[in-house]
């Protein structure tokens, strides 16, 4: 049987891949952030999974305003690279994992979770940022990777709650995929940042690390937490960090492995949270 055995979670700065597409990671402006990187670089070298199941969200790039899922798997073969910002990052095209993305949605639709299947979608800074941030500049991703869309753009966005219940849905949904493959899953976005109006520029460092405090130790407490204090307390863009809830409730009721955690600001206009945690 396939089995998820650890998550990782990282911001997802679009400025960052602009960094490391530009060869700038060495500047005295982006060196701490890549150093902080390193040794988790080296832990997905040792533990490269077969496929990532990586939740992050759509900037309005696969998805206009036209039409927005509130949570969508992509079931294709690929996904091609495209911003809405810079342009298409020059990095490797997404393979996906088509049977295993059919027996979640199957698994977790069954299981009342409504998600939108995608059978064709450009992946934007959400999803290849992190790539990048965990492999480097690679020829070609080393693992397939299913992508999970999740609304955290145009209100209503799902409740941290919601999300939390989905990985759960998720983890009994992988637990049940007839072949022995090593999954991760991943959630991305956050931490702290707001993009526009008067307080644009917001970061909140102590809510940024009681976030992470909570994550590891005491998840279904914080899957509680309502929309309008993320807003208020880690910005407007702090809603992304819902999606970390998903990753978190897909993981073992047994207390996880920390193998890594970091923090660094600035970057952009974002603070950047990262963690590895491995299933004990
Ligand atoms: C920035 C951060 C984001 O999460 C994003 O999606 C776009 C921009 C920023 O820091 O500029
Ligand atoms: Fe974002």
Known sequence: MARITASVYTSHVPAIGAAIDLGKTAEPYWQPLFEGYEPSKAWMKANTPDVIFLVYNDHATAFSLEIVPTFAIGCADEFRPADEGYGARPVPVVKGHPA????????????????????????????????????????AWPCRVIPFPVNVVLYPVPSGRRC???????????????????????????????LQGPRAGLINSAFDKAFLDDLIADPETLSKKPHIEYVREAGSEGIELVMWLIARGAMSDTPPRVARRFYHVPASNTAVGHLILENT
């Open 100 to 139: 295993l993305a059919s027996h979640i949605a199957q698994s977790v639709i069954q299981d009342d979770f409504d998600l939108t299947i995608v059978n064709k979608m450009d992946v934007d800074h959400g999803l290849t940022v992190p790539l990048s941030l965990m492999f480097g500049q690679p020829e």
């Open 164 to 194: 939390f219940q989905l990985g759960r849905a998720i983890r009994e949904a992988v637990a049940s995929f007839d072949e022995p493959l090593n999954v991760q899953i991943w959630g991305t976005g956050g931490m702290s940042h707001q």
